[in-house]
């Protein structure tokens, strides 16, 4: 597969209860451009997605905005990334944000960052893409999701054949060697999702 040149971000679009949420987001947007790697991300300006974002330009990183037109007020869409792209829906948003990323991370958020990696959880466990999936378990927030899919596999939900592999980092200096190493043990004919599968995103 390479390199990882690209990283999308799945976060919340409110700053959460915990300093430590906002502190990760900053950090990481920090780690990025230091190492020259993009950001895709949502778009916005607030919460842990604005943080994120911020934290890459103001360190000389390349950020790339992806957000739905329905969204552009209520989540304060930041003009400032390097390419900005309106879509007309989420559906087109989620491809987009698919299509120029290398790995996927997932730092604390609710419902839509939930969705979100869940859905690319989805489309790996099917084998249509193998870019690497991250979670930031920043203070044991993503423990519940990691004890419920740890309840289907005890219950025969998620099948031997159907693994689901998810990696993990508790901080956030860990991510980017992590999904370096990922990226560099995946061959590189299943970088891209598979034809069919892309034209249903």
Same mark, same amino acid.
Not at 52 to 72: C, N, Q
């Given at each position: 597969?390479? *390199? #990882?040149?690209?990283?999308?971000?799945?976060?919340?679009?409110? +700053?959460?209860?915990? !300093?430590?949420?906002?502190?990760?987001?900053? +950090?990481?947007?920090?780690?990025?451009?230091?190492?020259?790697?993009?950001?895709?991300?949502? %778009?916005?300006?607030?919460?842990?997605? %604005?943080?994120?974002?911020?934290? $890459?330009?103001?360190? %000389?990183?390349?950020?790339?905005?992806?957000?739905?037109?329905?969204?552009?007020?209520?989540?304060?869409?930041?003009?400032?990334?390097?390419?900005?792209?309106?879509?007309? *829906?989420?559906?087109?948003?989620?491809? @987009?944000?698919?299509?120029?990323? *290398? $790995?996927?991370? $997932?730092?604390?958020?609710?419902?839509?960052?939930?969705?979100?990696? =869940?859905?690319?959880?989805?489309?790996?466990?099917?084998?249509?893409?193998?870019? !690497?999936?991250?979670?930031?378990? #920043?203070?044991?927030?993503?423990?519940?999701?990691?004890?419920?899919? *740890?309840?289907?596999?005890?219950?025969?939900? #998620?099948?031997?054949?159907?693994?689901?592999?998810?990696?993990?980092?508790?901080? =956030?200096?860990?991510?980017? !060697?992590? @999904?370096?190493?990922? +990226?560099?043990?995946?061959?590189?004919?299943?970088?891209?999702? =598979?034809?069919?599968?892309?034209?249903?995103?």
């Amino acid at each position: 597969m390479g *390199d #990882i040149k690209t990283v999308c971000v799945y976060c919340g679009s409110g +700053a959460g209860s915990n !300093p430590r949420f906002i502190e990760a987001a900053i +950090a990481f947007g920090r780690q990025l451009a230091l190492n020259n790697v993009g950001l895709v991300y949502g %778009g916005g300006s607030i919460g842990l997605m %604005g943080a994120v974002a911020k934290a $890459a330009l103001d360190h %000389g990183g390349t950020v790339t905005g992806i957000i739905p037109s329905f969204l552009t007020k209520k989540e304060h869409m930041l003009e400032r990334v390097q390419e900005l792209i309106v879509t007309d *829906d989420m559906h087109e948003r989620k491809r @987009l944000m698919f299509e120029r990323s *290398d $790995a996927f991370v $997932a730092l604390p958020g609710g419902i839509g960052t939930l969705e979100e990696l =869940v859905e690319q959880l989805t489309w790996q466990q099917l084998g249509r893409h193998k870019k !690497p999936i991250l979670i930031a378990n #920043i203070d044991g927030f993503w423990e519940p999701l990691l004890a419920l899919l *740890d309840h289907m596999r005890d219950t025969a939900f #998620i099948r031997k054949n159907l693994s689901v592999e998810l990696l993990q980092a508790d901080a =956030v200096e860990r991510i980017l !060697p992590m @999904l370096h190493a990922a +990226a560099a043990a995946t061959p590189a004919e299943a970088e891209a999702v =598979v034809p069919e599968i892309a034209e249903r995103f």
